[in-house]
């Protein structure tokens, strides 16, 4: 983790440059000024220092893995990374209620009355789909 955050940060520096420059460039045009490449600019920036900061931030913390030792081999890395479920109905349901959601704001907001409920039952589906009755996993 430490080098990935190591790579984030380096970018959220090259990236800040980068908007200072086309900034600085953009207002001395004779367009006037773009505010718009600018201002996405700085919040791309913004959010590669965060994940930047927050990637340091866990190395610290966390067991040093094979991508941080640079004599490591790619069967290093190898082992269980975690649990994820086979099969999940959840992400349709929530993919159903967004496209619903964003037809509302196309078509009319009275079309979230149908989609709310259909992302809600979505979410809550996905959070406790593998939870059946209290200490379930003791």
């Known amino acids: ?5 190591k790579i984030f940060l380096g970018f959220a520096v090259f990236i800040l ?12 045009s004779e367009h006037g000024v773009e505010a718009a490449g600018t201002t996405a600019l700085f919040l791309a920036f913004g959010l590669c220092a965060m994940v930047g900061y927050y990637l340091a931030y866990t190395a610290k913390r966390v067991d ?5 030792n640079p004599e490591a081999e790619v069967a290093d890395d190898a ?6 479920a086979p099969h999940s109905w959840q992400p349709l349901s929530l993919a159903i209620g967004g496209a ?6 196309i078509f009319g907001w009275w079309l979230l009355y149908w989609s709310i409920p259909i992302i809600l039952i979505g ?5 406790f789909e593998f939870y059946r009755g209290e200490d379930q996993n003791q």
């Open 1 to 5: 983790m430490k080098e990935q955050g």
């Open 17 to 28: 440059a980068m908007a200072i420059t086309y900034g600085v460039w953009t207002n001395h």
């Open 64 to 68: 040093t893995g094979a991508g941080d």
């Open 79 to 84: 082992g269980e990374l975690g649990f994820f």
């Open 100 to 105: 619903l959601a964003f037809m509302g704001v």
């Open 123 to 127: 979410l809550f589906g996905w959070v």
